[in-house]
């Protein structure tokens, strides 16, 4: 599996919301969930989570969408108690980021 790197950036992506429910199943630290995706962008996301999860953590996610299946590398960027994590994305698989791209093109329409 390859990964391509994804540049620094501070919400330089437009950011799309998920009224119609995207979902990932995500891996941080010794935990694994599926949680409901509440917006999205080219560079990060904003998972649902009650449970705490330290800023600074590395996750892996795989969403599993009509465009077809996309994995990414994240960190953790901050948290809000109860509510739950932003994550910027580090690295997407090879191959994985014309998907993301035709994801965020169904949401912002």
């Not at 809000?80 to 994550?87: D, E, P, Y």
């Not at 580090?90 to 994985?96: K, L, N, Q, S, Y």
Request: some cysteine.
């Amino acid at each position: 599996m390859l990964l391509q790197t994804v540049p620094n950036s501070r919400r330089h992506n437009a950011r799309a919301e998920t009224p119609e429910g995207v979902w990932v199943y995500w891996s941080c630290g010794r935990r694994d969930d599926i949680s409901r995706v509440r917006n999205l962008s080219l560079g990060g996301l904003f998972i649902e989570t009650r449970e705490p999860v330290v800023v600074g953590t590395k996750a892996k996610l795989d969403f599993l969408v009509q465009e077809g299946q996309i994995g990414v590398e994240a960190l953790v960027r901050h948290t809000h108690s109860g509510r739950g994590v932003g994550v910027k994305f580090t690295a997407v698989r090879d191959g994985d980021r014309p998907h993301l791209g035709a994801l965020l093109n169904r949401l912002m329409r």
